[in-house]
T-cell receptor, first 117, second 112 residues
Framework: AQTVTQSQPEMSVQEAETVTLSCTYD???????LFWYKQPPSRQMILVIR??????QNATENRFSVNFQKAAKSFSLKISDSQLGDTAMYFC??????????????FGQGTRLTINP | DGGITQSPKYLFRKEGQNVTLSCEQN?????MYWYRQDPGQGLRLIYY???????QKGDIAEGYSVSREKKESFPLTVTSAQKNPTAFYLC???????????FGSGTRLTVV
């Protein structure tokens, strides 16, 4: 089965701290794409960062970076210098092929992150 | 600006009633998706469409129907056969595998 597991239902840190959200996944594909999405209280899903599996270099987007360990099937998200606006639900997702050129995102259960002032 | 528009933001359905959720995109994406979000269950795929006049069932299609008559539009009908329709519904589109999805702002459906 191709699944995504986020083992931390909730996390809470102080503003300006660094926080790491965990994600593991299971797939038999050799090349694939992984994503982190953020869902703030407005419930709008926002793409935070993406990683292509064949690229060994970890993706970085400003204060957001990933630690991609392909052999371990691990894809953690690090948020540096956390800000109040980072408070949100964070979803790890894996792009699964459906056949015929179609694909779908398979989501983890999410981690609710709270940044405290 | 390009994006996905979902309407209405809030919708109330009476028992036995069909309701339709609107999803429109101006991103020129071929693929469109409907997901359902329940507390503690992440997002689950209802239906998807790769091209106009073609769509496929996702993981939880029972009680739902869709149409794709135009590239820009992918409405979702929640029928009376859906026994537990109260949820948050998200529409998304994608230009391809590498780019993930762009999401709409969602519709909150409540049965009254």
């Amino acid at each position: 089965a191709q699944t995504v597991t986020q083992s931390q239902p909730e996390m809470s840190v102080q503003e300006a701290e660094t926080v790491t959200l965990s994600c593991t996944y299971d797939t038999s594909e050799s090349n694939y794409y992984l994503f982190w999405y953020k869902q703030p209280p407005s419930r709008q899903m926002i793409l935070v960062i993406r990683q292509e599996a064949y690229k060994q270099q970890n993706a970085t987007e400003n204060r957001f970076s990933v630690n991609f360990q392909k052999a371990a099937k691990s894809f953690s998200l690090k948020i540096s210098d956390s800000q109040l606006g980072d408070t949100a639900m964070y979803f790890c997702a894996f792009m699964k092929p459906l056949g015929g050129g179609a694909q779908k995102l398979v989501f983890g259960q999410g981690t609710r992150l709270t940044i405290n002032p | 600006d390009g994006g996905i528009t979902q309407s209405p933001k809030y919708l109330f359905r009476k028992e036995g009633q069909n309701v339709t959720l609107s999803c429109e995109q101006n991103l020129n994406h071929d693929a469109m998706y409907w997901y359902r979000q329940d507390p503690g269950q992440g997002l689950r795929l209802i239906y998807y469409s790769q091209i106009v006049n073609d769509f496929q069932k996702g993981d939880i299609a029972e009680g739902y129907s869709v149409s794709r008559e135009k590239k820009e539009s992918f409405p979702l009908t929640v029928t009376s056969a859906q026994k537990n329709p109260t949820a948050f519904y998200l529409c998304a589109s994608s230009p391809g595998t590498a780019y993930g999805y762009t999401f709409g702002s969602g519709t909150r459906l409540t049965v009254v």
